[in-house]
């Protein structure tokens, strides 16, 4: 009998037939437990057309924009602040998360099973933790994306670290030069880019979270968009995301444009 199976596709192993039925049904699996029901999805456009249509226009009136613009710089505040500080904090954690650097392999496997804890942490619940232990407030919002940081940058610091060209480092190590000194003369200049662009990508990571922190008291202009949905006044609601969205947007261009014009220096 004649194979009709494409060249271009393998006739599956009875292994991998199974494996990739288990998979589907695991996807299914999710679905049941995820709720999803077409009844809700074909019915769902109607209603997104009724808040649509009660949303808009946008709330725009002088005095909303006012507060909602002081908010909304609260929220930059505390992306900045708490995203600088976490680059900070973040390299010396690296310096020990790097394999081969300046820490042995059991502070490294330690120092990387805390930043992996750090990110299996959502950045709401650190909000959560830091409005207990110091009020509600902008203040806890910025302690939450300072540990949130620490774990995406201190991570990645150290990939960057351990991926840099080898080369200086070797000549260092060759001339008699300490681990640290190796570290700070030629490690660390050769991540530096990476550091940077690392960094940007933190900083945009920070401001997305920020706008959300408001929503369980840590500052900010999601406390604003909760009132309004609370209040069922869609159009101040509406205000807060297209604010959100602008500002989220213009924090990416920019950011992607720094991190074009470092990698077209570095070249």
């Not at 700070?184 to 200049?189: Q, R, S």
Request: glycine share 10%; net charge neutral.
């Amino acid at each position: 009998m004649t194979d009709l199976t494409p060249a271009r596709f393998e006739r599956p192993t009875a292994l991998a037939f199974l494996g990739y039925a288990f998979g589907i049904t695991i996807v299914f699996w999710c679905l049941a437990g995820a709720g999803f029901s077409i009844d809700k999805v074909v019915s769902s456009p109607p209603r997104f057309a009724d808040f649509a249509a009660r949303a808009f226009p946008p709330n725009l009136d002088p005095q909303v924009l006012s507060r909602l613009g002081w908010k909304m710089v609260e929220t930059l505040q505390i992306a900045v602040a708490g995203a600088a500080i976490g680059v900070i904090l973040s390299l010396p954690v690296a310096l020990l998360a790097a394999r081969g650097l300046i820490a042995g392999p059991w502070a490294n496997q330690i120092t990387r099973t805390l930043l992996s804890f750090i990110r299996a942490v959502p950045d709401i619940a650190w909000a959560l933790v830091f409005v207990v232990a110091v009020g509600l407030g902008p203040f806890a919002g910025m302690l939450a994306i300072v540990v949130d940081t620490i774990g995406f940058c201190g991570r990645f610091f150290a990939d960057d670290m351990e991926s840099a060209e080898k080369g200086p480092a070797e000549s260092l190590t060759a001339t008699g030069a300490r681990k640290m000194d190796v570290v700070v003369c030629a490690t660390i200049p050769a991540a530096t880019p990476a550091f940077i662009s690392t960094s940007l990508y933190a900083l945009e990571k920070a401001v997305r979270s920020s706008t959300i922190l408001g929503l369980v008291g840590a500052g900010g202009i999601g406390i604003e968009l909760k009132v309004g949905f609370d209040l069922f006044d869609y159009p101040t609601a509406m205000t807060v995301i297209l604010m959100i969205a602008v500002v989220v947007i213009g924090i990416e261009q920019v950011s992607g444009w720094a991190r074009t014009r470092i990698i077209g220096e570095e070249r």
